[in-house]
């Protein structure tokens, strides 16, 4: 069965630095999400993409956090000028569509971020 | 605004028992309801969804959920626990507020099945 995979599993970096968190969509989806697991909480919505742009984002996703398609496989979140309480797991998902025929997301397996 | 709750942080089971655990939600409009599973160091594996039909949904590893609309619940059942059922289950919401399709999720419930 086709997965989402993520980039690194684990991702070290110094507080203040930019990061760039890599993610595989499944082939045929067209909308991509990340998500967001601080260690011992809930997860939670950062933003939704497709055909090119954002289409909806929390309020966690500010102006440090972009997202790009690059390419016609890879979707990534860049996280700028990185700080303490960005550590948690992020996590990728895509779905085929948005109608409810197309639900469930499919997530991959996530990048932990730790900075220090 | 959509929400899921999850009123247990931790749900202990012996083996070969059957295992519940508890989902409320408060959506407006039509509930489009998940459960998702999260083992050690790995992502979301998604079990089973509500999207309407019949109330008693059946989903992946012999896990099933029933939708009950006057309690507004979706509890996730197996008849018979395995030690390898352990793990962090999610309930979710889909949000379709805003022009986007967000998942919502509840905060977990660890599950702990003893041999």
């Known amino acids: 069965e086709p997965e989402v995979t993520q980039t690194p599993s684990h991702q070290v970096t110094q507080m203040g630095q930019e990061v760039i968190l890599r993610c595989v969509p499944i082939s045929n989806h067209l909308y991509f999400y990340w998500y967001r697991q601080i260690l011992g909480q809930k997860v939670e919505f950062l933003v939704s993409?497709?055909?090119?742009?954002?289409?909806?984002k929390s309020e966690i996703f500010d102006d440090q956090f972009s997202v790009e398609r690059p390419d016609g496989s890879n979707f990534t979140l860049k996280i700028r000028s990185t700080k303490l309480e960005d550590s948690a797991m992020y996590f990728c998902?895509?779905?085929?569509?948005?109608?409810?025929?197309?639900?469930?997301?499919?997530f991959g397996d996530g990048t932990r971020l730790s900075i220090l | 605004a959509q929400s899921v709750a999850q009123p247990e942080d931790q749900v202990n089971v012996a083996e070969g028992n059957p295992l519940t655990v508890k989902c409320t939600y408060s959506v407006s409009g039509n509930p489009y309801l998940f459960w998702y599973v999260q083992y050690p160091n790995r992502g979301l594996q998604f079990l089973l969804k509500y999207i309407t039909g019949d109330n008693l949904v059946k989903g992946s590893y012999g896990f099933e959920a029933e939708f009950n609309k006057s309690q507004t619940s979706f509890h996730l059942k197996k008849p018979s626990a395995l030690v390898s059922d352990s793990a962090l289950y999610f309930c979710a919401v889909r949000d379709e507020g805003n022009g986007g399709f967000k998942t919502i999720f509840g905060a977990g419930t660890r599950l702990f099945v003893k041999a």
């Open positions: 993409f497709y055909n090119n742009e954002i289409s909806e």
């Open positions: 998902a895509s779905s085929r569509g948005q109608g409810i025929g197309n639900q469930p997301q499919h």
